[in-house]
C-alpha cells in the first residue's frame, strides 16, 4: 500500500471496459481525491494496437504496447488490468507482480484457472489483487462476502450470474421465440458474444460460482466438479410449462451446504416466478446469499457491460487508494487457508426435477420411460403431454413433461441412460432441478 | 486502530439486539480470528438492570450498569453501543470517544439528530465510528455507499427502510384485512412496538434517508425538510385500487437529483407491481440506488430483527478489527465536508398522484372536486367510484377515486385545502405519488 498522496497507475488494455474505466476516472478526479485523500493519476496505457482509433481521449499520456513500459517504470504503483483469456494474461499478471505492482483486475477466467497461484505469489511479495469486477459486474458481491457476511457462517448461495443466458431465457418466454432466434438477436445487438458458448453452455457461470465458493466455503472447486448443464437444448416449450406451473427457468448457479457437505450447481432450473431470483430479467445478475444470523440477502443489477464493470474497477481503485483493498486481501489469504467443506458427490444431489422428452408419438411410450424411472426408484409426481401452437411439432413427434418427486441426480443420470437407449426417444432429453 | 493482536471490546446494552451479538461473538471467534488475524474478547457488558435475567450466557465477563467501568477501563479499545433514544445515548456515546474509545453503534435516532456532533468529535479525537447496523438491519448498505458505488455519481435512491410498515402493507393486500387489525396482530405478534407511531408515520424511515441522503449526496436533510406522510390512513380500498392498476402500495423512500436539486421525500406510493420494490414483501427492506455508472443496483434483506442487526454489528466488530472501519470513516468525513446538492423545494416536487376521497354520496361532489383541482391547473387522467364488497361501507358515503396526470405537490396541497373546505367530504383524504 503506498503512502504518498500521489497515487500513479496504469491501464492494461483499452477496449470496451478499459475506455469506461478511463471516463470514470477522467471525470471524477475530485470526488476520488475526496474519498481518498490522494490524488490518481493514470501515467501509461498498454494497448494491444497503438494506431487502433479509440472513443476516448488520452492526452498526453504514454500509450504503448509493451507491458514492459510499465513494469519497468518505478514510479507505478498499480495496474487496472482489463484483459480477458489467459495469455498473456496469466504472464503479464504475474510479471507486474513481480515487478512490486498492485493489481486490479476484471478477469474472471484468469482467477478461475490461475488464482491459486497468483494469490500465493501476491501475498509472498506483499502485494495486493483486487477482483470486485470479476464477479458480476457492478453488483458489490465481492465486498459483501468478505466485509458484510463476515459475521455469518453463509449457510447458501443462489445466483444468476451470466446476462446473456438470462437475456435469452427471458426474451424466449417474453416474444415466445425460439432460442435460436433470440440467440441470433442478442448476436445483432452485441448483448451476446460471436462465440456465446462458454455463456450459454455455463462455462462462465461456473466459473464465477466456483470462486465466490472459494471465498464464501473455502471450498476449491474445479468445473468438473460442479453439476454443469447449459441452456442450448431449453426449447419455448419447456419455458412455457415451467410458467403455467408457477416458474420461471433461470441458469442458477447454486452453492449449498447440506448435512456438512457441499452441493455446486449450474443448470437451467425451475424457480419460482414470485421469488426475486425468478423475476430477475434480461440481462441482469442477481446473487442471494443465506447466512447463519442475517437470513437471505439479495444483490442484483447489471452483471456486466461497460459502464458497471469499469465502476467496480474504479471502485477498486479508490479502494486500494484508502488502503482498505490491502487490508482485505490479507484477510482473504488467510480465509483461503481454513479448513474446506468436503463437496457432496455430483451423483448424491436431491432435488426435485423437471423431466422433458421428445417422443415417437406411438403407443407404450409412456409405459416404458415410467418403468426406467421406477426401477431407479424415481417418483413422479406428475405427468403432461401437451401440443400447443406455439411448438412446430414435427409429424408423429409429441413432448413428454414429468415432475419427479424428490430424488437424486445419480438415480436420473442412471435412468436417462436407459431412456436415452429407447428406440421411441427423438431428439434432446431436458432434466431441470426444481428449486422451492 | 489498535494494532496489538488482541482487541478488547465492551458492550454497552444487552437487550435483542446486544444477546444476539453475543451468541454471534461467541460462536464465531474462530473465523473472525481467521479474517482479522487478531483475537477479539469481550471484556466488559453494561446493562440498564444487573439482575434481569438474559438469554445468554456471559461467563465470567463482568456485567455492570456503570459505563464509568467502560470508559475508566484503559484495556478497552471499543464500544458496542446497542441502546435506542437520544438519552442517555448521547451522553454515553460522548464520553466513550472522549476516553479514546472507538464506537460501533446500531442507533439511528442518535445519527440522525447528533450525528454531526458526533462525527466531527471523533475526526477530531482521530476515532472511529461504525453505524452499518443503524440502517436497513442486515442489508450492507453503509457499506456499499461508502465503497461499491464510489465511482458513481449517485443519481437517486428509491427505499423501503421500515419494516413494521411493510408488513402492514403486505398483510392488509394479501389477507383483505384492515389497518387496525393487521397492525393489533403485529403487535401481539412483537413485529410492531407498542408504540408504533415512528414506524408508521414515517419517522423512522425519513430518519434512515436523511443519513442515506447525506452519506451519498452531501446533503443534510432533517424531518421538516422532507416531504413526509405514513401509512396511518391507508385503507385496504387505497390497496386493491392500486392492485387492479398493477401498482403496491409501498412506505416509499426516495432521495433523487432533479435538475441539480435534491427531492427528498417518504410517502406510501404507488409503485409497479413487477418492480423488485412492488415485490419487496412482509418486514423486508430494500433499497434500490442509481449510479450514472453502474445504473441500478438493488439490496434486499432483513431490515431489523435480532440476527440480521446483530450481524451487521458484529460485520462492524470486524471490519473495525483489521482497521478498515478506520479508513472508511476517515473518508467519509472527508466526503461529508464536500459541498451539498441544494434541496428542492417540497413544493416543486413533481410527479403523478393517486388521489382518494371519502365523500357524501350525494349529486355535485365530483364536479366540486373536479373544479378545484382544474383550478389548480391538476390535470386529471382517471377517475373511479366502485363499491367493493371488502370496505365496510357507512351509508350514504361513496370512496372517490383520482389519478392525476404529472402535477406538483404545492398544486396539490393548495387543492387540497380547497378540498378539505367542501361540505361533502367525509373523513380522510389520500395523496399518494405514482412512481414510474
Redesign the interface.
Known amino acids: 500500500m503506498p503512502q504518498d498522496s500521489d497515487l500513479n497507475i496504469a491501464l492494461v488494455g483499452c477496449g470496451t471496459v478499459g475506455t469506461?474505466v478511463v471516463r470514470?476516472l477522467q471525470s471524477?478526479m475530485e470526488?476520488?481525491g475526496?474519498?481518498?485523500?490522494r490524488t490518481i493519476h493514470l501515467r501509461r496505457v498498454i494497448v494491444q494496437n497503438v494506431g487502433k482509433p479509440r472513443n476516448v481521449e488520452l492526452g498526453d499520456i504514454p500509450v504503448s504496447s509493451d507491458i514492459r513500459t510499465v513494469i519497468d517504470d518505478p514510479d507505478i504503483h498499480a495496474a487496472i488490468h482489463v484483459v480477458g483469456g489467459i495469455s498473456p494474461a496469466l504472464k503479464d499478471v504475474t510479471r507486474l507482480l513481480q515487478a512490486g505492482k498492485d493489481v486490479i483486475t476484471a478477469n474472471k477466467a484468469l482467477l478461475y484457472e490461475h488464482g491459486a497461484e497468483l494469490f500465493a505469489l501476491a501475498g509472498q511479495l506483499k502485494r495486493t489483487i483486487c477482483f470486485?469486477a470479476a464477479i458480476a459486474g457492478?453488483?458489490?458481491i465481492i465486498?459483501?462476502v468478505n466485509?458484510?457476511?463476515?459475521?455469518?457462517?453463509i449457510v447458501s448461495i443462489e445466483a444468476i450470474l451470466n446476462g446473456t443466458s438470462n437475456f435469452i431465457l427471458t426474451r424466449m418466454l417474453d416474444r415466445r421465440e425460439t432460442y435460436d432466434a433470440v440467440l441470433a438477436e442478442a448476436q445483432g445487438r452485441g448483448y451476446a458474444e460471436a462465440d456465446p458458448a462458454m455463456d450459454v453452455d455455463g462455462t462462465d457461470a461456473a466459473q464465477k460460482l466456483s470462486i465466490l465458493t472459494q471465498l464464501s466455503f473455502g471450498t476449491r472447486v474445479s468445473l468438473r466438479d460442479i453439476v454443469r448443464q447449459g441452456i442450448q437444448q431449453i426449447e419455448l416449450l419447456d419455458l412455457l410449462v415451467a410458467a403455467e406451473l408457477g416458474y420461471r427457468v433461470k441458469l442458477l448457479a447454486t452453492s449449498r451446504l447440506a448435512n456438512e457437505r457441499l452441493e455446486v450447481s449450474v443448470q437451467p432450473t425451475l424457480v419460482r416466478a414470485?421469488r426475486?431470483i425468478g423475476?430477475t430479467s434480461g440481462a441482469d445478475n442477481i446473487v442471494s446469499i443465506e447466512?447463519d444470523?442475517?437470513?437471505?440477502?439479495?444483490?442484483?443489477?447489471?452483471g456486466a457491460?461497460q459502464?458497471?464493470t469499469?465502476?467496480?474497477?474504479?471502485?477498486d481503485?479508490?479502494?486500494y487508494a484508502?488502503?482498505?483493498a490491502a487490508?482485505?486481501f490479507?484477510?482473504i489469504l488467510?480465509?483461503l487457508?481454513?479448513k474446506p467443506i468436503p463437496l457432496q458427490p455430483q451423483e448424491e444431489l436431491s432435488r426435485r426435477y423437471y423431466l422433458r422428452y421428445t417422443v415417437a408419438d406411438q403407443p407404450h411410450v409412456l409405459a416404458d420411460i415410467a418403468d426406467i424411472l421406477g426401477r431407479n426408484e424415481i417418483s413422479i409426481s406428475s405427468v403432461r403431454q401437451d401440443e400447443t401452437d406455439d411448438v412446430a411439432d414435427e409429424s408423429g413427434v409429441a413432448r413428454l413433461v414429468i415432475m419427479t418427486h424428490r430424488t437424486t441426480e445419480g438415480r436420473l443420470r442412471n435412468a436417462d441412460s436407459e431412456i436415452a437407449a429407447l428406440s421411441s426417444i427423438r431428439g434432446d432429453r431436458i432434466r431441470m432441478p426444481i428449486a422451492d
Chains 1, 2 share one sequence.
Request: proline letters at 3%.
Open positions: 469506461g470514470i471524477s470526488s476520488m475526496q474519498r481518498t485523500g470486485e457492478g453488483i458489490p465486498s459483501a466485509t458484510a457476511l463476515t459475521a455469518n457462517r414470485n426475486a423475476m447466512g444470523a442475517v437470513g437471505v440477502i439479495r444483490l442484483s443489477g447489471a457491460g459502464m458497471p469499469a465502476s467496480a474497477v474504479v471502485a481503485v479508490i479502494d484508502t488502503g482498505r487490508i482485505t490479507q484477510s488467510r480465509v487457508k481454513q
